[in-house]
């Protein structure tokens, strides 16, 4: 099958492998094999490759040669004998750990869902990390639902994003008050997302100004979690402590919680080993959660959880029209290097989706 490989970590160019004899993954009892029609590429790709998490990743996805990959669309070819649910000719979706870039990948059943039947596969692949990212901060973490968010003020940084939003028109089509921050050449898009005031955090200090949030879902971090200036930006205009200016715009005394999806815990294992690392990051965790605990917040580190059953409830999400896919720009698959560098560029709006088999338009 065709797939982008990498042999070894660096940048984009130098470590894409674009690929025509790679093995077709072999299926265990409780997975499917899924022929992929589109994928996606996220910032998360784009640091693996370079190297960032290689020792948490390894724990996950094994060592070199590996294919990438977070987001898949596609038909399901083969089904494990443990599986139910689920046949050949299903349209689905799905977010696992790996391998989505690529003509076929092997996903653990539990991962997967039917494809929103008003989607294209590009629209279907543009969507499921990022919707997940996001349903696993402000739904799992922060306890939202459709039942109790409206009403709710909540902010969300780097609006313009893949994760933001998503984010955006999630709180929005459950009623919250959403404030967005971008840069201002994003106001119009974050706008059109639905959010109701639109702030440049790059400019003026924002914090002083925004006040008695229930909820901070955090998409830039501070400078120092992360060990590169690629992939968070110690030169971002958000500054060193960003996180903080968010964590003081909450309520006090009122359960309001900060989540974030920059914890230092894959820079920590990176630079200190796997053990080191992991204890390092609890003890960090622990000092800023205990901080805000006085202050009666919640305090999270957020990590994408697939889940088929997540996937389900956001894609009836998608058919009504509450929530819509947003695409900046396709690549082919044998075009991978270019989309890395865009994704790197920092400039999307939106989502960079990955044409596999050239079969379906936005």
Request: hydrophobic letters at 45%; one cysteine or more; a negative charge.
């Amino acid at each position: 099958m065709r797939a982008i490989v990498i042999e070894k970590y660096g940048a984009a160019a130098d470590v894409l492998l674009y690929k025509t004899d790679i093995p077709t993954p072999t299926i265990a009892d409780n997975e499917v094999l899924i022929e992929v029609h589109a994928s996606a590429l996220n910032p998360v790709d784009c640091a693996a490759r370079a190297g960032y998490g290689q020792n948490i990743f390894k724990t996950m996805w094994g060592e070199l040669p590996l294919v990438l990959g977070r987001d898949a669309a596609g038909v399901i070819v083969q089904v494990g004998k443990n599986v139910a649910g689920f046949k050949c000719g299903d349209e689905v979706y799905a977010a696992p750990h790996i391998g989505c870039h690529a003509e076929y990948v092997a996903v653990d059943a539990s991962y997967i869902a039917k494809k929103p039947r008003n989607l294209s596969y590009l629209e279907a692949a543009s969507l499921p990390f990022v919707a997940l990212t996001a349903w696993t901060a402000l739904v799992d973490n922060a306890g939202f639902s459709a039942e109790n968010a409206a009403g709710k003020k909540v902010v969300i940084p780097r609006a313009a994003g893949g994760v933001g939003s998503f984010a955006v028109q999630l709180m929005k089509a459950w009623g919250a008050y959403v404030v967005g921050l971008c840069s201002e050449r994003n106001f119009d898009f974050v706008r059109a997302l639905g959010a109701d005031e639109v702030i440049d955090y790059t400019k003026a200090d924002f914090s002083a100004q925004l006040t008695a949030f229930d909820c901070a879902f955090d998409t830039v971090g501070r400078s120092s979690d992360f060990e590169s200036a690629d992939l968070r930006g110690a030169t971002d205009p958000a500054g060193e402590h960003f996180d903080e200016k968010l964590m003081s715009m909450l309520k006090r005394d009122s359960g309001a919680a900060y989540v974030t999806v920059c914890s230092p815990k894959m820079a920590l294992t990176d630079r200190h080993g796997l053990d080191e690392g992991i204890e390092r990051a609890r003890v960090i965790f622990e000092e800023r959660s205990a901080a805000q605990e006085k202050l009666g917040r919640r305090y999270y580190w957020s990590f994408c959880n697939p889940s088929g059953a997540a996937l389900t409830e956001i894609s009836q999400l998608l058919e009504q029209g509450k929530i819509l896919p947003l695409i900046d720009k396709v690549y082919r698959l044998e075009h991978m290097v270019a989309a890395h560098e865009y994704c790197e560029s920092k400039q999307a709006q939106g989502k960079i989706a990955i044409d596999i088999r050239e079969d379906g338009k936005p």
